[in-house]
């Protein structure tokens, strides 16, 4: 069949418009309804020598806040609804809660100041909490009521048994020191260390005292390509950029993080809040 010049040119525009289209519903997706659809992962870890009042120990993890320009407050605020739904035994927040300017904590730590859990609430900063204001960032969360932890570490109890929670200073732009946080603490009951950036575990796994690490930093790269993954990914964020991982004999988890930061497009990659349930170890 003959197709004229005219015909061919309308098919042509036909087939542009139906890319434009779709070009257009794939931006919309990205940066309307994907940032803003959380999912909530649920995630059992064995932990060798858990102590049995610790079985079925629920830990809520939340990450990268990044409360402005992009992240918006009422995105946190259901994402603090949906976590305290979990009704988790702990909370803990693994950093970056500010992305350009550090007094945007004033406005971020009231509502993360309504996540409840049986056994605290506890955070670690991250390299964008740093490079903004550290201080600023640290008075605004502990006046909510919010503890940090920098390079120090305590033993939570249920009854006799104990489990230790420590929490570092960001790699990126910080001084995390492992022995320091974990200098006071019972050496032989588990170890979950809260750090910012994921790829350090590769140096904190060779302790031994560390059973688990909880990062975040990564975002999951925002954007995911089926089979090819994140194609770009932050500094100490490049190998453990999104899930569970064994390094060594120590269990890493990195979330995905609740905001975004420029430019501000999430593609297979939905905002993530984790729920973590600790089991006892048998093998």
């Not at 139906?18 to 070009?23: D, E, F, N, Q």
């Amino acid at each position: 069949m003959k197709i004229s010049r005219r015909g061919f040119l309308k098919a042509l525009g036909h087939v542009s418009l139906g890319y434009l289209a779709a070009g257009i519903g794939a931006y919309k997706y990205g940066t309307l309804l994907e940032p803003e659809w959380l999912a909530i992962e649920h995630v059992t870890i064995p932990i060798p020598r858990l102590k049995p009042l610790f079985e079925g120990f629920r830990i809520v993890q939340m990450s990268d806040f990044h409360l402005h320009p992009y992240t918006q407050i009422d995105h946190i605020a259901n994402a603090v609804e949906e976590a305290n739904r979990l009704k988790p035994d702990l909370v803990v927040l693994t950093g970056d809660f500010v992305l350009e300017t550090a007094d945007s904590i004033y406005e971020l730590a009231p509502v993360l100041s309504r996540l409840n859990a049986k056994y605290g609430v506890f955070s670690v900063l991250g390299n964008h909490d740093l490079w903004t204001n550290a201080s600023v960032v640290r008075s605004g969360l502990e006046k909510a009521g919010l503890p940090v932890m920098k390079n120090s570490g305590i033993s939570l109890s249920i009854g006799q048994d104990m489990i230790n929670l420590a929490g570092l200073d960001a790699a990126w732009g910080g001084q995390p020191d492992l022995n320091l946080a974990l200098s006071d603490l019972p050496p032989d009951i588990p170890t979950l260390l809260l750090m910012h950036e994921p790829d350090i575990a590769d140096i904190f796994s060779q302790d031994k005292r560390v059973s688990l690490q909880l990062s975040g930093h990564t975002h999951g790269g925002q954007v995911r390509i089926p089979i090819m993954g994140a194609p770009a990914l932050p500094r100490y964020g490049k190998k453990y950029d999104s899930g569970l991982y064994r390094v060594k004999e120590m269990w890493l988890y990195t979330n995905r993080g609740i905001g975004v930061i420029g430019p501000p497009v999430r593609f297979n990659c939905r905002p993530e809040i984790t729920e973590i349930t600790l089991v006892e170890d048998k093998s």
